[in-house]
């Protein structure tokens, strides 16, 4: 089986705005269907690895047939190695760290992202991901399906942005093909200015610690605020979940229900009160989690300036770990499922979509994508739910009927952010 190098990212080649020197950490995360068995743990490496994942050192997960799997990424398996981009004369270091492989045994067709990073003021994360056609086992281009950080330290010219592959194409904030697909690679690449440095009498000055600098003086480099990242996620989708195949929660285990304050988006800014349901409904959560948010922090940090949309999925995640607030996307086939979040104290922020007559009681007729908040089940088993379209809690705290949602949420992907507490 073969596979395309993992190049590093000698960004130091560009030419770059503000006159500055970059700084990559690459994050490689692997999900890949390779038959070959694995080798030993600590074969893995970075220096003269092989094109074929399955050589560097990976062990497989079996991942059962179905519609939707989350895969969480081993964060502790962590090797790292520094090198030295040459034309920077030593000093632009690149760090790789490369993870476990999750090895994935079913075909899919939709790759969902999600991460918790640590970006420093001054720094920018990009995220990509690449997939494998499981047809003939050729790789796409890395792909970029998210960034966060200081938007002006990245151009089309310092990291081109590919979203298209063939066979497939990144929609938004993931990657959704039109073959099967059986591998994906996900990374995180950070870029650091050098405005953190501060050049005096020969010394470079970082957080109070002084080096010499200048060839063979033999220093050591102070320790250098990157990019860190805290959580990695990828859901896998085989496709759509037929509407027949939903498990219906056990009448005898209802009700349950989540305190979750209720906040309506349209008391928010005119100007971007229709367009906010998503952070709106992060809000509510972060609140019940007992993190006092405000419904426009939420949805200034949120904003996706490049699609601009405050509803990039993996976004919302992000700024509710800006909050300090762990999450991840996570696609529902299940109700059984969803009972289980509901028992563990965690509401659920939903991504629906409506055409008219398919949701009764909500405040509008159709919507091709609006965010609300489940909370949990009444005594009949249908939805309590916040939605932020309405005006107020009145209307807000409402009851929807299960089967609808089975048709508005969980037949179209259901997608939910899934909070857990500090």
């Known amino acids: 089986m073969a596979g395309p190098r993992y190049p590093l990212p000698m960004l130091g080649a ?24 694995p080798n030993s743990a600590g074969a893995a490496g970075v220096a003269g690895a092989g094109n074929d994942p399955s050589e560097r050192g990976f062990a497989p997960v079996p991942v059962p047939r179905d519609h939707h799997r989350l895969v969480r990424l081993d964060l502790e398996r962590v090797e790292r190695s520094t090198l030295r981009s040459a034309d920077t004369a030593g000093t632009a270091r690149v760090s790789l760290e490369t993870f476990e492989a999750i090895v994935v045994e079913s075909p ?11 970006v420093p003021d001054g720094a920018h994360a990009l995220v990509e991901l690449r997939v494998r056609r499981e047809s003939d086992e050729l790789w796409s281009p890395w792909l970029s399906v998210g960034e966060w950080g200081d938007e002006r330290l990245v151009t089309d010219a310092v990291r081109p942005r590919v979203t ?14 039109d073959v099967d697909l059986d591998a994906a690679q996900m990374r995180v690449i950070g870029l650091m200015r050098e405005d953190g440095l501060m050049r005096e009498d020969g010394l470079l000055r970082e957080d109070g610690l002084l080096r010499e600098d200048g060839p063979g003086s033999g220093a050591v480099d102070p320790p250098r605020a990157t990019v860190a990242v805290r959580r990695a996620t990828l859901c896998l989708s085989v496709g759509r979940v037929p509407v027949a195949a939903v498990a219906r929660p056990r009448i005898a285990s209802l009700p349950i229900e989540l305190d979750v ?47 601009d949309i405050y509803g990039n999925w993996p976004r919302n995640v992000q700024t509710a770990w800006t909050y300090g607030v762990a999450g991840h996307l996570e696609r529902f086939d ?48 249908d939805l309590l739910v916040n939605d932020p379209a309405a005006i107020d809690g009145e ?27 500090r």
Do not use: K
């Open 14 to 37: 560009r030419r770059r705005p503000f006159d500055c020197r970059w700084f990559a950490c690459l994050l490689s995360v692997l999900a890949t269907g390779c038959e070959s068995p």
């Open 108 to 118: 899919f067709r939709e790759v969902l992202p999600s991460w918790n990073l640590d």
């Open 164 to 177: 298209e592959f063939d066979g497939g194409r990144v929609a938004t904030d993931m990657v959704r093909a």
């Open 261 to 307: 304050p209720f906040h309506s988006q349209r008391a928010e800014d005119p100007g971007i009160a229709g367009r906010i349901c998503s952070p709106t409904s992060v809000a509510m959560v972060l609140q019940f989690h007992g993190v006092e948010a405000a419904v426009d922090d939420v949805a200034r940090r949120a904003y996706d300036p490049r699609h």
């Open 334 to 381: 299940d109700w059984s499922a969803v009972r289980s979040c509901f028992e563990r104290g965690l509401p659920l922020v939903v991504s629906i979509g409506v055409e008219p007559g398919q949701l009764t009681g909500a405040p509008y007729s159709r919507t091709t994508g609006h965010l609300i908040v489940l909370r949990g089940f009444d005594a009949a088993g």
């Open 395 to 421: 209307r807000g705290r409402a009851v929807y009927a299960r089967a609808e949602l089975e048709q508005v949420w969980l037949a179209r992907g259901g997608t939910a952010y899934v909070f857990e507490p």
